[in-house]
């Protein structure tokens, strides 16, 4: 399969982070190499969730030693306090790669969305229905914040930029509908309108 790129990707929260890890060929195929859920007690001091949190990132930092960390980017929700979590976690989680000089990278909901099913309003349960079917997964990753981080990871690799896998020919219907978003939406932010 040639160079492996392997990525952990992280759905940030504080109750719930996943954390998965999957290894990228050349040829754009993948391999499930870990996938779990870290969890902090919603009665706890913040700062002891965010230490939970950290000792959980880390221990799959060190035994896993991804090329990348891709975090979900926070987006505004209605939901103040749930906002301020996940923004905390996403913090905690970039700083710990970082630390270990490990490259970055965020991506909203819909660019995951658009990576992987090729739509960028997909429903969770597509997304965990094409992660499974991309990994070849035997049944569907659970919980969905599960399935969620090994999009984001599998979008990282895809999509390009640090630790991204080395291009090919080889792409899925969904990569190839990323890849021409990305164009379209190019074209888009260069055209100026003629006045008059």
């Keep these: 399969m040639g160079v492996m790129t392997r990525v952990l990707g992280i759905d940030p929260g504080l109750t719930r982070c996943g954390v998965g890890v999957v290894d990228v060929a050349a040829n754009r195929t993948a391999t499930l190499v870990h996938v779990d859920v870290v969890g902090s007690p919603a009665d706890a001091d913040p700062g002891v969730r965010l230490a939970t949190i950290a000792r959980g990132i880390r221990a799959v930092l060190d035994e896993y030693q991804p090329d990348a960390v891709a975090v979900e980017r926070v987006f505004a929700q209605h939901n103040v306090a749930s906002v301020m979590g996940t923004a905390q976690a996403s913090g905690v989680a970039l700083m710990l790669a970082a630390e270990r000089g490990i490259a970055t990278a965020t991506h909203t909901p819909s660019e995951v969305k658009a990576a992987i099913t090729g739509y960028g309003s997909a429903d969770k349960a ?27 990871a599998l979008c990282q690799a895809w999509r390009g930029g640090p630790g991204a896998a080395a291009p090919s020919g080889a792409q899925t219907p969904a990569q190839k509908a990323w890849a021409d978003a990305e164009r379209r939406s190019r074209v888009a932010r260069t055209y100026v309108r003629p006045r008059g």
Aim: hydrophobic share 60%.
């Design 126 to 152: 597509q997304v965990q229905h094409m992660v499974a079917r991309v990994l070849r997964l035997a049944e569907l990753p659970r919980p969905a914040d599960a399935a969620d981080a090994l999009a984001i």
